[in-house]
């Protein structure tokens, strides 16, 4: 098949990503979790969107260590058992970095089908921790939330992405 491209290669040439922005966008994230929603089921796990971002795009300079420290701080903030947010992101952090090069291979809309079980595979981590210490079983509609979480995938994409797409200084002589 002489000529054909492949449909999911971009043109664009991605700047590195700032360490700062990447502790930023961590830190939005944290807030984020921490808005008091009560037991409304669904509401999107914006650490573990960021983290498995950062995890697929940035394998070396977020990983583990930043998991789980992000992790200890939301058992803190949030009362929660200690280690338990900690233990699933880590996993989540190490599952997507060990998959960040087949995932970056597909399109967008398919990366999301690798997102999913990531995203349930947290839950599940965080129910059985939960379910171990003998805390309340959730509801069904718990698990919601890796599907809004997964749903979330593609704009956190263009969101967490747009810096480096700026290019970094303007040549006016240049027509591109």
Same mark, same amino acid.
């Given at each position: 098949m002489a000529g054909s491209q492949p449909t999911h290669s971009s043109r664009r040439i991605l700047r590195p990503a700032n360490p700062a922005f990447i502790v930023l966008t961590l830190f939005l994230a944290f807030c984020m979790n921490l808005i008091p929603f009560g037991q409304v089921p669904g509401i999107p796990d *914006? =650490?573990?969107?960021? %983290? +498995?971002? *950062? !995890? =697929?795009?940035?394998? %070396?300079?977020?990983? @583990? /260590? +930043? +998991?789980?420290? =992000? /992790?200890v701080a939301i058992d803190v903030a949030s009362g929660g058992l200690l280690g338990q947010h900690a233990l699933?992101? =880590?996993? %989540?952090?190490? /599952?997507?970095s060990s998959l960040s090069r087949r995932i970056l291979w597909f399109p967008l809309a398919q990366q999301t089908?690798?997102? %999913?079980p990531m995203m349930l595979a947290t839950q599940l981590v965080l129910w059985l921790v939960?379910? @171990? +210490? /003998?805390?309340?079983?959730? !509801?069904? *509609?718990w698990l919601l939330t890796s599907f809004t979480s997964t749903l979330l995938w593609s704009p956190a994409h263009f969101v967490l992405l747009a810096p480096q797409y700026q290019p970094e200084s303007k040549d006016v002589h240049r027509p591109i």
């Open positions: *914006w =650490v573990a969107i960021t %983290l +498995a971002f *950062w !995890s =697929v795009h940035q394998p %070396l300079r977020i990983g @583990m /260590g +930043a +998991a789980f420290i =992000v /992790g699933a992101y =880590v996993l %989540l952090s190490y /599952g997507a089908l690798h997102v %999913l939960a379910a @171990m +210490a /003998g805390r309340d079983n959730p !509801s069904i *509609w």
